[in-house]
């Protein structure tokens, strides 16, 4: 089966403020984990993965240095990149330069959702660069997370935008889930595991095993 997935939070700072983060995630937060406490945390043995979330990890200043020690460690079977796309070069040749340095197998997951959409309406187009730059990097690909809302035509709409631009065969298509800010929504389920073979970390080091709720809590409480 695949390597365990180790999910780093290295930051809850993010450069938007979706209003049902499921981590509290806002601009002006601070917390960040050090590069140092990174590879503290890396298994000492056996292969593993490393998915690199927030907030919105494209803030973290050591980024780049944190795949680089992640794959020198020669265990590390694929780097993850969560992101909402915002900070990615809109230059095709310095993308494809920032894909290559972060080296193969590569996992960029671009977020859709209506908040995104609304104070970014190339969103889409962003996804589209992306892929296309990944085909001319090899090894990497591009995943588009569509995160839609229950209730009224839920966000069908937004849908609709990436099925035109054909990048439904990229999309992992799914409605938001009760935790986070979303708390008290009463038309969201709660998080359904698809596996349990993965490890979560928050920006100030602390583990959180496979509890997405805890782990959120905790989050809220961080700088």
Not at 59 to 73: G, I, Q, S
Not at 108 to 122: Q, R, T, Y
Not at 176 to 201: C, N
């Amino acid at each position: 089966g695949r390597p365990c997935r180790l999910y780093f939070a290295i930051t809850n700072a993010c450069n938007r403020a979706c209003p049902w983060c499921s981590v509290y995630s806002r601009p002006g937060l601070r917390s960040f984990l050090g590069a140092d406490a990174f590879v503290a945390l890396l298994p000492e043995e056996g292969p593993f993965e490393v998915q690199f979330e927030g907030g919105e990890p494209t803030l973290h200043p050591e980024l780049p240095l944190m795949v680089t020690v992640a794959r020198a460690t020669g265990r590390c079977t694929r780097v993850v990149i969560c992101t909402n796309g915002v900070r990615w070069p809109r230059d095709t040749r310095r993308l494809v330069d920032l894909l290559r340095g972060f080296g193969s197998p590569l996992t960029i997951k671009i977020s859709v959702n209506h908040h995104l959409f609304e104070h970014d309406p190339g969103l889409i187009e962003r996804a589209e660069h992306l892929i296309e730059a990944a085909r001319l990097v090899g090894g990497a690909e591009i995943v588009i997370n569509l995160r839609r809302r229950r209730g009224g035509d839920d966000d069908e709409w937004l849908r609709n935008l990436v099925s035109d631009a054909g990048l439904l065969p990229w999309t992992n298509d799914f409605f938001l889930q009760r935790y986070g800010l979303a708390s008290d929504d009463e038309q969201l389920q709660p998080p359904h595991l698809a596996g349990t073979h993965f490890t979560l970390y928050n920006p100030d080091g602390s583990e959180w095993g496979t509890d997405l709720i805890s782990r959120s809590e905790a989050m809220k409480e961080l700088p």
